[in-house]
């Protein structure tokens, strides 16, 4: 069954919210668009003269499209060289939806994004409907077909697990603003007294290079190893040609590294009160497409 002009439209009007529905699902916003169009083909093909509500129907389709994908995504990242972190997702202009408040912009993180890995496919279904979407326990155990009391014992399993490793954030934005700035223009220019004072004693450091760029196999734990290994880093001859550019990626304020006109990195700083308390690199090429194309370059 062909879909008419209006249906493509009322499609359309569901694109950005289904999109982040699907990104905080997968970690993946190349993987969010896959799905997001297939549940287009697959409201094209349905008779839509009996879906009541579209936004529920469409979510439906693709939170479970999304539950799919995660159970083989599972296997793929077990076998993944390094650290495994979501792809970045510049957020300013609203891609991921409203993030109006600390705790919505936290749920974006990369921090809490790589959290949501520990979780099954279900759990994960049911924690981002309720705690990024307000969503019922009733119109979630619609959405992926369990009874609400199961519903509920996922929900409290999936909070439980987020919760004993959430990570420390800065309440104060304007003061995370200033802090990654600092910390950006230290790590690009090998400012050891100034990495100094902006790193806590236990920052960790992870970067993703997903096995086709070079960068830590493991994650570098302790203010000196840090230290050593940005240092490091901003001693390499290409170093000297980043240009930094500071947005907000996943809510958060992060830093777009280019050479010349090519994205070579996006930098994420963690902070709590006024020091970097953890620093997430990605490298992988295909994790920045999204980020580039959002950006202009």
């Given at each position: 069954m062909g879909a008419s002009d209006a249906d493509v439209g009322l499609f359309e009007q569901q694109r950005r919210w289904l999109f982040g529905v699907a990104c905080r699902m997968l970690g993946s916003a190349v993987e969010a668009e896959d799905v997001v169009q297939?549940?287009?083909?697959?409201?094209?093909?349905?008779?839509?003269?009996?879906?009541?509500?579209?936004?529920?129907?469409?979510?439906?389709?693709?939170?479970?499209?999304?539950?799919?994908?995660?159970?083989?995504?599972?296997?793929?990242?077990?076998?993944?060289?390094?650290?495994?972190?979501p792809e970045p997702v510049l957020t300013g202009d609203g891609a991921l939806g409203p993030l109006e408040t600390v705790e919505q912009r936290e749920l974006v993180?990369?921090?809490?994004?790589?959290?949501?890995e520990r979780l099954t496919p279900l759990e994960r279904a049911v924690f981002v409907l309720r705690e990024a979407f307000g969503?019922?326990?009733?119109?979630?155990?619609?959405?992926?077909?369990?009874?609400?009391a199961h519903c509920r014992q996922l929900h409290r399993r999936a909070h439980q697990h987020v919760s004993?490793?959430?990570?420390?954030?800065?309440?104060?934005?304007?003061?995370?603003?200033?802090?990654?700035?600092?910390?950006?223009?230290a790590t690009v220019h090998g400012d050891l007294a100034g990495l100094e004072r902006?790193?806590?004693?236990?920052?960790?450091?992870?970067?993703?290079?997903?096995?086709?760029?070079?960068?830590?196999?493991?994650?570098?734990?302790?203010?000196?190893?840090?230290?050593?290994?940005?240092?490091?880093?901003?001693?390499?001859?290409?170093?000297?040609?980043?240009?930094?550019?500071?947005?907000?990626?996943?809510?958060?304020?992060?830093?777009?590294?280019?050479?010349?006109?090519?994205?070579?990195?996006?930098?994420?700083?963690?902070?709590?009160?006024?020091?970097?308390?953890?620093?997430r690199f990605v490298l992988d090429p295909a994790k920045l497409a999204f980020s580039a194309a959002q950006s202009g370059g």
């Open positions: 297939d549940a287009f083909i697959r409201w094209h093909q349905t008779d839509r003269s009996a879906i009541a509500v579209p936004q529920a129907w469409l979510t439906r389709v693709v939170t479970n499209l999304c539950v799919n994908r995660l159970a083989s995504a599972r296997a793929r990242r077990e076998c993944y060289v390094g650290p495994w972190l993180s990369m921090g809490v994004l790589v959290l949501l969503y019922s326990h009733g119109q979630i155990a619609e959405v992926v077909d369990v009874e609400e004993q490793a959430r990570p420390r954030f800065a309440a104060d934005e304007a003061l995370q603003r200033r802090i990654v700035e600092r910390f950006v223009a902006l790193l806590a004693e236990d920052v960790t450091s992870w970067a993703d290079g997903g096995g086709t760029v070079t960068a830590a196999r493991r994650p570098v734990t302790g203010k000196p190893k840090v230290l050593r290994h940005l240092l490091g880093m901003s001693a390499r001859p290409e170093a000297g040609l980043v240009r930094a550019e500071i947005l907000e990626v996943n809510g958060r304020p992060a830093a777009l590294l280019w050479t010349a006109d090519v994205l070579a990195a996006v930098l994420a700083p963690e902070v709590a009160g006024d020091r970097v308390v953890g620093i």
